[in-house]
């Protein structure tokens, strides 16, 4: 399990890829290209729940929500 530096930069790169409106995130070596925003939204809510854990606290609630894209 990563430490809680690296999940809060992790994070923080997330948050800042969303803002930006860009869908691919490249930690180290790795790269991850989310599909939608409702996945990187998922990603960010389990990082803020790992965070929220190593930190002792507990998330009250966390809302995810999706969408086919169908309008």
Known sequence: MADLAVLKARLAKLEE???D???TAK???DEVRYKSDAQLVA???DLKGR???LEGRQIRKVRVTSSKGLS
Request: net charge negative; glycine share 14%; hydrophobic share 60%.
């Open 27 to 29: 930690f180290g070596d």
């Open 17 to 19: 890829l969303r803002e």
């Open 51 to 53: 965070i929220a854990a």
């Open 43 to 45: 990603a960010m809510a």
């Open 21 to 23: 409106g860009v869908d």
